[in-house]
């Protein structure tokens, strides 16, 4: 029964953060209007960019040092939390480019995501998952209810909002986790960051090939476009983590499945992968449009919809790459796929705006299907 409670809540985990995200960004322009919130994500991005370099190594690599060392895994935990904060220092840049109450805001809320993003390791090596899921609710409850309170966009208390959020789920953490400091040794060095520097490229691979469209679009187009873009690529995100979702059941049995096995469950994915696509694109049209005012052209919505495809085909793939232990095949193709990505969509964001952004990360996308395809058939030659 403890299993089954443990996988309810890892899909609980997964279906939550795009939902979530995807709830936030529709909730910022409903109530503060597109160009308000697009300032807002214009200076987010860089936030959550610094807290994922910050984040570094990841939650497999330090899970795995800390149950080599049971005994000591919060000396483990504490030592590598020290290590990282180096990490926060470019942060200190913000003051070049904002105000002082805005630099200072960011930082403040770039170190609780920080914390935050680091006690997510306890709960994952603790198994209390559902603490973390209960800790999102509030969160993100306490951020809507700021919208009520907050009824004229102002960026200080927008910041200052997300801040008291993220205060309040590290301190349900914190308490529920209990961290204890007691018999704690500190034994920390620059050296070991330099040590977990492949971990951290696997994770920044994956990390820039889904947000470096993003960059672009904060770079060259409007605040209001930059939040219509996010909302609609946003909806496309949450379509693309449903093979994810329908894979979770059963992945900790793909390694140990015989080819034909795999084969099968593939060719049931794929059954379903235009009629889910066709329909949620459908519905996301619709959606958009009727409750945001957000229109973009057919041909957005077919790329946007094409660029997911490949989701659905290399996914299996993929997890049977990790589980094999070449990640690196994975980093390289992903890192490959960016490069074409950021050259196509300077090429023909001159001409095409917005739909050459798209365009670009549908070619980027079934690129990297092909890479991942052509490496599994070169696997089976040997």
């Not at 920390?188 to 994956?206: E, Q």
């Not at 059941?249 to 795999?262: A, D, G, Q, T, V």
């Not at 694109?281 to 495809?309: G, N, P, R």
């Not at 890192?335 to 365009?359: D, E, H, T």
Request: proline share 3%; with cysteine.
């Amino acid at each position: 029964m403890n299993r089954i409670l443990q996988l309810l809540y890892s899909i609980l985990k997964l279906v939550s953060l795009p939902l979530f995200n995807f709830l936030l960004l529709f909730s910022g322009v409903k109530f503060y209007g597109k160009e308000n919130w697009g300032t807002f994500i214009s200076i987010s991005i860089w936030i959550y960019f610094l807290a994922f370099i910050a984040k570094w190594s990841g939650q497999n690599y330090l899970i795995k040092e800390l149950s080599k060392n049971t005994s000591n895994y919060l000396s483990i935990f504490y030592s590598n939390l020290i290590e990282r904060s180096t990490l926060l220092l470019p942060s200190l840049t913000f003051f070049a480019f904002f105000s002082k109450a805005i630099s200072l805001y960011s930082i403040i809320l770039l170190i609780l995501i920080f914390i935050y993003n680091s006690f997510e390791i306890l709960v994952v090596y603790k198994q209390k998952l559902e603490l973390q899921f209960t800790s999102e609710i509030i969160g993100i409850t306490i951020i809507l209810s700021g919208f009520y309170l907050i009824p004229n966009f102002e960026l200080p208390s927008i910041l200052l909002l997300f801040c008291f959020s993220f205060l309040i789920k590290n301190l349900i953490l914190f308490f529920c986790i209990k961290p204890n400091l007691k018999n704690v040794s500190l034994n920390f060095s620059i050296k070991n960051l330099i040590k977990t520097f492949p971990f951290f490229l696997i994770g920044f691979s994956g990390w820039l090939a889904s947000k470096c469209d993003i960059y672009l679009v904060n770079y060259f187009f409007t605040k209001k476009e930059l939040s219509e873009y996010q909302i609609l690529m946003n909806c496309f995100i949450i379509l693309q983590s449903i093979p994810a979702y329908l894979v979770l059941p059963i992945n900790k049995h793909l390694f140990r499945l015989p080819e034909n096995s795999i084969s099968k469950i593939k060719s049931k994915i794929l059954l379903f992968t235009i009629p889910i696509t066709s329909i949620a694109t459908i519905i996301i049209w619709i959606f958009l449009k009727k409750s945001l005012q957000i229109e973009f052209s057919k041909l957005i919505y077919l790329f946007a919809a094409l660029s997911t495809i490949p989701t659905f085909l290399y996914t299996i793939d993929i997890l049977q790459f990790y589980r094999k232990e070449k990640e690196k095949f994975v980093m390289l193709y992903s890192f490959i796929s960016i490069i074409l990505n950021f050259a196509i969509a300077l090429i023909l964001i001159p001409y095409l705006r917005i739909l050459g952004i798209v365009i670009s990360v549908c070619i980027s996308q079934w690129l990297y299907l092909f890479l991942i395809l052509r490496e599994n058939k070169n696997e089976k030659h040997y």
